[in-house]
Nanobody
Framework: QVQLVVSGGGLVQPGGSLRLSCAAS????????IGWVRQAPGKEREGVSC????????YYTYSVKGRFTISRDNAKNTVYLQMNSLKPEDTAVYYC????????????????????????WGRGTQVTVSS
């Protein structure tokens, strides 16, 4: 059974850091795109970032570039989202999702937006940035 289990959320002050983990089971990270999607209260879902297993290319939505870093550990079959310099507007439930390769040749933002149509959504983790 394919599963993505997310952990690592919590409450942090503005400017702080958190690292989210997405542990995959039932498949390996090879031949997949793993992405992060978030949904803030009262707002639509937003693609945040994704990483391609074909060449480890990474993609970010504009609002998190330079602050968030996505990475993967094949040995642990886990993808991480390191979030630094957190802002109150980063407050949301964060989900890990899985999509197919290859990625189309479009802009970075368009690729990140594709994560909204990915599958294997699991239970998200709450990230709250507040003083």
């Amino acid at each position: 059974q394919v599963q993505l289990v997310v952990s690592g959320g919590g409450l942090v002050q503005p400017g702080g850091s958190l690292r989210l983990s997405c542990a995959a089971s039932g498949f390996t990270l090879d031949h997949s795109v793993i992405g992060w999607v978030r949904q803030a209260p009262g707002k639509e879902r937003e693609g945040v970032s994704c990483i391609s297993s074909s060449d480890d290319s990474t993609y970010y939505t504009y609002s998190v570039k330079g602050r968030f870093t996505i990475s993967r550990d094949n040995a642990k079959n886990t993808v991480y989202l390191q979030m630094n310099s957190l802002k109150p507007e980063d407050t949301a439930v964060y989900y890990c999702v899985r999509g197919p390769l290859p990625l189309p040749k479009v802009t970075e933002q368009e690729i990140v937006n594709l994560t909204l149509g990915f599958g294997n959504w699991g239970r998200g983790t709450q990230v709250t940035v507040s003083s």
